[in-house]
């Protein structure tokens, strides 16, 4: 069965500090893969997806996330955070099979420190 | 603007009393999704719709009903809701092709006692 896991919960970083988040997936055939964001008390919003050609794809914020098939993982990436990333952040795959399920990951909570 | 639309954002209800929680988006998008956020569970989907008419379980369907009657709107129905759904929900819609990413509404955070 599809699945995606998120290995961090919970994140605390100073600011300017290198950001990380781990995702990976179960999923046998072509996926497409997305990182949403949610900050304090607002919906989800997209930060950036990938559906093919270069694994590495840049978002807003300054945000990229690598695709590595050989290891069915999408890891996101920041070099220098802000306060303002302060958010809960989720992975979610989506099979070229399985066109009406979008999976979630459990989501990562990053807090910024000033 | 281009946005999906939940009402109501907050909800308080008791066991047993019919509830629908209505979701609209004016992007024209022929996908709709309802989604449940549980603490440590992520984003669980219940139902989704791919086109008018058309509906489908997610994961976590028990206990929810959904309908497509029109393209705009797919409204959340708990005909006996129970405590164990108590939880935050969010509506949300897309293109429909399965490279489109999701336009989320504002979240409907129910609490039955």
């Known amino acids: 069965a599809q699945s995606v896991s998120q290995h961090n919960h919970h994140v605390i970083l100073s600011e300017a500090a290198s950001l990380e988040l781990g995702c990976n997936y179960s999923?046998?055939?072509?996926?497409?893969l997305f990182w949403y964001v949610q900050y304090p008390g607002q919906h989800l919003q997209l930060l950036l997806k990938?559906?093919?050609?270069?694994?590495l794809v840049k978002g807003i914020k300054g945000f990229e996330a690598e695709f590595i098939k050989s290891k069915f993982s999408f890891n996101l990436r920041k070099p220098s955070v802000q306060w303002s990333d302060t958010a809960e952040y989720f992975c979610?795959?989506?099979?070229?099979?399985?066109?009406?399920?979008?999976?979630f990951g459990q989501g990562t909570t990053l807090q910024v420190k000033p | 603007e281009a946005q999906v639309t939940q009402n109501p954002r907050y909800l308080i209800t008791v066991t047993g009393k019919k509830l629908t929680v209505t979701c609209s988006q004016n992007?024209?998008?022929?996908?709709m999704s309802w989604y449940r956020q549980d603490p440590g569970l992520g984003l669980r989907q219940i139902y989704y719709?791919?086109?008018?008419?058309?509906?489908d379980k997610g994961d976590v369907p028990e206990g929810y009903k959904v309908s497509r009657k029109e393209k705009r709107n797919f409204p959340l129905i708990l005909e006996s809701p129970s405590p164990n759904q108590t939880s935050l929900y969010f509506c949300?819609?897309?293109?429909?092709?399965?490279?489109?990413?999701?336009?989320f509404g504002n979240g409907t955070r129910l609490t039955v006692t």
């Open positions: 999923y046998g055939g072509t996926v497409n």
């Open positions: 990938y559906f093919s050609g270069d694994p």
């Open positions: 949300a819609s897309s293109l429909g092709s399965y490279n489109s990413p999701l336009h």
């Open positions: 979610a795959v989506i099979g070229s099979s399985n066109t009406g399920k979008l999976i």
């Open positions: 719709s791919m086109n008018v008419e058309v509906t």
């Open positions: 992007m024209n998008h022929e996908y």
